[in-house]
């Protein structure tokens, strides 16, 4: 059975910076990303990447703000924030693909989602 498993999320001050991880088990995924959502919004995408690591994406809001990364030997993937804002204050899902990520791909399995609030 396939499960995504997410951490790290909380609350910071705006500025300041978290790290989500997500574990995946029961299988390993070609790409593995990150979506969030605000409250009374959908939900939308933030970041994946190829399980070679050499092909990342970001949605332009988070671009040079935010790093995803993976450890393929631990079937995990990450997400570092840094300079948050209270914009980015959503609930972050874990998604996995069972094959290539492109634009506006939907996953094929989801994590429960963490909560994360930035405070100005």
């Known amino acids: 059975q396939v499960q995504l498993v997410e951490s790290g999320g909380g609350l910071v001050q705006a500025g300041g910076s978290l790290r989500l991880s997500c574990a995946a088990s029961?299988?390993?995924?070609?790409?593995m990303g990150w979506f969030r959502q605000a409250p009374g919004k959908e939900r939308d995408f933030v970041a994946a990447?190829?399980?070679?690591?050499?092909?990342?994406y970001y949605a332009d809001s988070v671009k040079g703000r935010f790093t995803t990364s993976r450890d393929n030997a631990k079937n995990t993937v990450y997400l570092q924030m840094n300079s948050l804002k209270p914009e980015d204050t959503a609930v972050y899902y874990c998604?996995?693909?069972?094959?290539?990520?492109?634009?506006?791909?939907?996953?094929?399995?989801w994590g429960q989602g963490t909560q994360v609030t930035v405070s100005s």
């Open positions: 998604a996995a693909f069972t094959s290539t990520y492109y634009k506006g791909r939907s996953p094929n399995y």
């Open positions: 029961g299988r390993t995924f070609y790409a």
């Open positions: 990447i190829e399980r070679s690591s050499s092909i990342l």
